[in-house]
Nanobody, 130 residues
């Protein structure tokens, strides 16, 4: 059984930084795309970022491009999301997920949908005050 566990959320002032971590177990971590999504109150879950199984390709939502950086350490089964220049509109519960298919190398557009992922963490709250 796959288990995904996020950490690192918290309260930060606008302009500040946070680094989220996500550990996944139960499958060969290095074989799967990892993604970050977020969900604000009253809104649908939305794509934030993803990283290919090799770490060679990264993808970002336009709203976070240039401010967030995704990375992974396959030796530690961990994916990170470094968030800089945080804005109040970044306030949400952030979820980590592992892709449904190993060695995925298809459309990056597909990776922006929740259907591409089959194991999710419980989420970590990020609150950015103005």
């Amino acid at each position: 059984q796959v288990h995904v566990d996020e950490s690192g959320g918290g309260l930060v002032q606008a302009g500040g930084s946070l680094k989220l971590s996500c550990v996944a177990s139960g499958r060969t971590f290095s074989n799967y795309v990892m993604g970050w999504f977020r969900q604000a109150p009253g809104k649908e879950r939305e794509f934030v970022s993803a990283i290919s199984w090799s770490g060679g390709s990264t993808y970002y939502a336009d709203s976070v491009k240039g401010r967030f950086t995704i990375s992974r350490d396959n030796a530690k089964n961990t994916v990170y999301l470094q968030m800089n220049s945080l804005k109040p509109e970044d306030t949400a519960v952030y979820y980590c997920a592992t892709s449904r298919h190993p060695y995925y190398s298809g459309s990056s557009y597909y990776l922006q949908g929740i259907e591409a992922y089959d194991a999710w963490g419980q989420g970590t709250q990020v609150t950015v005050s103005s």
